[in-house]
């Protein structure tokens, strides 16, 4: 049985906003996370050929949802010439991300929208939290990033990468609003080191991870994130037990169904990433 105290607790974040409900990675899918009452938005950059931080999970136009400046479906074929490091911000602008809608999320409005920039999406729900009145969330922020892809879809090192992130965060939040999470335990390192050097300001660590253990993660980064964040399916309450006994917080990702998201509950999670926050309030 889950009681309201429980479920008030627990982080509860809006997946690339709301992915089951609206256009993933866009400003409208953010404030519709807000209007559903999450904790934190969830999110993914990437870079542009001009150094924009671009809200985008993948560093290339999707064929599954995208839309070329003419309208015409982005194409499989295409997406390996579409590398968001390749084109300016403005021809990514111009390029459509939610009309077509998705067919993996039958919920999701089909509506004109695009990948904004990272500071004019916090710019914009900033301004929407304060006009609505909302409470303060946080910002969980995935850098995109894969060694392989170095230099290629992305800047050459996660250091460059990684100073362009920090420079648009902190203009804009204080660093306790921030999460700054990776699967490239190379950033999280880069990370982990400015901020013990004094040159970031601290933000909370997280972890990403499919099928790593608990163990295996610590040694690989050589410090403790503030977070593990495991796929659902592959976690078990002893992995949460090890994570708290360190000291550290578990946020599995991406947990969609009632009873998945009441089964990680049940095992002593600290917060769920969903890309349906409006079924969150059945956990009340």
């Known amino acids: 049985m889950i009681n309201s105290i429980t479920a008030q607790t627990l982080d509860l974040e809006g997946h690339r906003g709301c992915r089951g409900l609206m256009p993933e ?6 404030k519709k996370a807000l209007d559903l009452g999450v904790t ?16 985008s999970h993948e560093p290339y136009m999707n064929a599954l949802f995208c839309s070329k400046p003419d309208g015409t479906p982005v194409t499989k074929a295409d997406e390996k010439t579409l590398n968001l490091y390749t084109m300016t911000y ?34 914009a729900c900033e301004a929407y939290i304060k006009e609505k009145k909302l ?32 420079k648009e965060i902190i203009k804009q939040l204080s660093p306790e609003r921030v999460i700054l999470q990776s699967f490239d335990f190379n950033v999280l ?16 660590l997280s972890a990403l991870v499919e099928n790593e253990m608990v163990d295996s ?4 980064l050589g410090f403790n994130p503030d977070i593990f964040s495991p796929s659902y399916k592959n976690l078990i309450k002893r992995r949460v037990d090890m994570c708290h006994d360190k000291g550290i ?6 947990v969609n169904k009632i009873e998945d998201m009441k089964a990680m509950i049940a095992i002593g999670v600290d917060g769920l990433i969903s890309d349906y926050p409006d079924r ?4 009340k």
């Open 25 to 30: 990675n866009t400003i409208l899918a953010f």
């Open 40 to 55: 934190t938005l969830e999110l993914d950059v990437c870079v542009s050929k001009d150094n924009q931080v671009v809200v």
């Open 217 to 220: 993660t610590l040694e690989k």
């Open 135 to 166: 409470k303060p969330v946080k910002y969980n922020i995935e850098i995109k990033s894969e060694e392989q892809e170095y230099g290629i879809s992305q800047p050459k090192t996660v250091e460059e990468f990684s100073d362009l992130v920090y």
């Open 90 to 123: 403005d021809e990514i602008k111009k390029y459509d991300s939610g009309i077509r809608g998705n067919v993996l999320f039958p919920e999701q409005q089909k509506i004109a929208t695009f990948k904004p920039l990272l500071k004019d999406m916090i710019k």
């Open 189 to 204: 390192k880069y990370w982990h080191l400015q901020i013990n050097n004094k040159k970031f300001k601290k933000v909370t």
């Open 249 to 254: 917080k578990v946020v599995p990702w991406t």
């Open 280 to 283: 969150f309030k059945e956990l």
